[in-house]
């Protein structure tokens, strides 16, 4: 079975400051993983995806996230936060070894606060 | 642009009726489809995979009878929510492919 926590349910942090996120996940086979993000009584806003190559992922919005496999973690990072980055951030695991059409599973879910 | 869209984006119904959404690949044909279902500050719990052309596969805790799933196309899944009761309130979503997700639609039941 497939799952992934998100061991911090906010995080706090000044505009400027560099952001993380934390991710780890749990899988038996090789994951694809994922970031979004959704603002309030919105959807879901695709940030970034692991599938294979460069452990270093860059997405939209200056984003971006490392795979370490060992650590089985795919940490969300950003060099300088801004206000408007403040949301709440789902990260996400598929399995690799079935194929695109196979389910996705989520994570508890942080919550960013950039304070100005 | 979206790849994935989903009808209605909200609606409000009184407890008992039943509510059908929507959900549509746009550009491409999807076999299977999946319904997520998100209660307010919390995380999108995977309901059912709508299987095109077969029954829908329902994860553990999910009535099928309440939340009956059709996938008569290969460009549309619809979730109906049968009998709905104000516990029913919620924002649900589907995806259709990797990474590829509709908008949500917002489930109110008075």
């Known amino acids: 079975a497939q799952s992934v926590a998100q061991p911090e349910d906010q995080v706090n942090v000044a505009e400027g400051n560099p952001l993380t996120v934390k991710c780890t996940y749990s899988?038996?086979?090789?994951?694809?993983l994922f970031w979004y993000v959704q603002y309030p009584n919105r959807g879901l806003q695709f940030l970034l995806k692991?599938?294979?190559?460069?452990?270093l992922v860059k997405g939209s919005y200056g984003f971006e996230a490392e795979f370490n496999k060992s650590q089985t973690s795919f940490h969300l990072k950003k060099p300088s936060a801004l206000v408007s980055d403040s949301a709440l951030y789902f990260c996400?695991?598929?399995?690799?070894?079935?194929?695109?059409?196979?389910?996705?599973?989520f994570g508890s879910g942080t919550r960013l606060s950039i304070r100005p | 642009g979206a790849v994935v869209s989903q009808h209605p984006s909200w609606v409000i119904c009184k407890s008992g009726t039943s509510v059908k959404i929507e959900c549509r690949s746009l550009?491409?044909?999807?076999?299977?489809m999946f319904w997520y279902r998100q209660f307010p500050k919390q995380s999108l719990m995977l309901m059912a995979t709508?299987?095109?052309?077969?029954?829908?596969?329902?994860e553990q805790g999910v009535e099928k009878d309440k939340f009956l799933i059709n996938h008569a196309s290969l460009t549309l899944s619809t979730l109906t929510v049968t009998s709905a009761h104000p516990e029913d309130s919620s924002f649900y979503i589907c995806?259709?492919?990797?990474?590829?997700f509709g908008p949500g639609t917002r489930l109110t039941v008075l």
């Open positions: 995806s259709a492919r990797d990474g590829d």
């Open positions: 899988v038996s086979g090789n994951p694809y």
């Open positions: 692991y599938i294979t190559g460069d452990n």
């Open positions: 996400a695991v598929r399995d690799s070894r079935y194929s695109s059409a196979s389910k996705i599973i």
């Open positions: 550009d491409f044909q999807a076999t299977t």
């Open positions: 709508s299987n095109e052309g077969s029954k829908a596969t329902y």
